[in-house]
């Protein structure tokens, strides 16, 4: 099974990002733009411009992993940027 530990950290970048970048990229913005070291082992959640979409990098010791959530109807609620 693929799937955090039982202790993780949840960062949440507020500013929505290009919903183009993959596991890679996002990875990238982890380090430069929030200071972090993307195989700390925590979540990190990223926003499209529209609410609707979320995508999720963290390092599960063995590669990145990337989820990508789309909602059909309804928007996430998220921090004030």
């Given at each position: 099974?693929?799937?955090?530990?039982?202790?993780?950290?949840?960062?949440?970048?507020?500013k929505?990002?290009?919903?183009?970048?993959g596991?890679?990229?996002?990875?990238?913005?982890v380090?430069?733009?929030?200071?972090?070291?993307p195989?700390?082992?925590?979540?990190?959640?990223?926003?499209?411009k529209?609410?609707?979409?979320?995508?999720?990098?963290?390092?599960?010791?063995?590669?990145?992993?990337?989820?990508?959530?789309?909602?059909?109807?309804?928007?996430?609620?998220?921090?004030?940027?």
């Amino acid at each position: 099974m693929i799937g955090p530990t039982s202790a993780v950290r949840v960062m949440v970048a507020t500013k929505a990002v290009d919903f183009r970048k993959g596991a890679e990229g996002l990875a990238a913005l982890v380090r430069e733009i929030m200071q972090a070291d993307p195989f700390d082992g925590a979540i990190y959640v990223f926003r499209a411009k529209r609410a609707d979409r979320a995508k999720l990098v963290f390092w599960d010791g063995t590669g990145v992993c990337l989820f990508a959530k789309r909602l059909e109807d309804g928007r996430f609620q998220w921090p004030k940027i």
